[in-house]
């Protein structure tokens, strides 16, 4: 495997055939608040590429990556040293349901970009590795917002990119979980089509009360997809790493 230059300056090894770097990821991160002295976690690392773009940003002082496939932890390892953060991330191969309980209650904020579909639909990848990226077969929305509470403090923040399809699973899970739901975008391909991904933050223990953003719509009406194309939201976040003040607001 030869690394691949991505955003940020960053390069990054991806397992062939696994679940490749894409824009949901990216704007994860993006969503993500600076809290420098904070420290993160991550659930459901996979090549790590999310916590690399946040500590290129220095948005927290330390950031746990935990991945359960070891075959992907160990190149998220190596993108971490790749980049030179190997003492602003720590990668540990472990199910996020059943991490210790040293971690509880240490991290300001946790973030995830979870299996989207569940373990019964649609189908299953060939590839033991992306099945287990891409379907909830080691856990789902609700085992990963439970997780997340645990290991948040009192205040602490979870941010998880979703299918808009299941926001009222995601929402459900965050509650039970004593996540409120607090700061939720919409993101559209176009404004002529229906949204593909939904980025939500919620806080721990938080008082009731949803800002729902403006909408995010990446391309254009009626061009071509490409990245001239994008619109004036999309470029901000590109060029800063960072939603445009008017999306973080609550």
């Known amino acids: 495997m030869k690394p691949t ?4 300056n960053l390069s990054i090894l991806q397992n062939e055939g696994s679940l490749a770097y894409g824009t949901d990821a990216y704007l994860l991160y993006a969503y993500i608040r600076r809290q420098s002295k904070e420290r993160a976690c991550e659930l459901g690392a996979g090549s790590g590429v999310i916590s690399l773009l946040l500590t290129s940003k220095q948005k927290f002082s330390h950031i746990t990556a935990i991945e359960i496939q070891e075959k992907i932890a160990d190149i998220a390892r190596q993108n971490v040293e790749i980049n030179g953060f190997s003492e602003k991330i720590g990668v540990v191969c472990a199910d996020a349901r059943t991490l210790p309980s040293e971690y509880n209650g240490t991290f300001g904020a946790v973030f995830s970009n979870p299996p989207y579909m569940s373990a019964v639909s649609g189908k299953i990848n060939v590839d033991e590795t992306d099945a287990i ?3 909830e077969i080691c856990g789902g929305i609700r085992d990963f917002a439970h997780t997340a509470s645990r290991l948040l403090k009192y205040g602490g923040l979870f941010y998880a990119v979703y299918r808009p399809d299941r926001l009222a699973e995601l ?10 739901p607090k700061r939720m975008t919409l993101v559209y391909p176009t404004a002529e089509h229906a949204p593909c991904l939904v980025l939500l933050e919620a806080k721990k223990n938080g008082a009731e009360g949803i800002r729902v953003t403006k909408p995010l719509i990446i391309y254009r009406e009626g061009c071509p997809k490409t ?19 008017l999306y973080q607001r609550l």
């Open 5 to 8: 230059a991505i955003n940020e």
């Open 133 to 135: 990226s891409r379907h």
């Open 171 to 180: 929402i459900a899970a965050c509650k039970d979980a004593g996540l409120e």
């Open 227 to 245: 990245n001239e194309n994008y619109t004036d939201d999309m470029k901000y976040i590109y060029q800063n790493g960072a939603f445009h003040e």
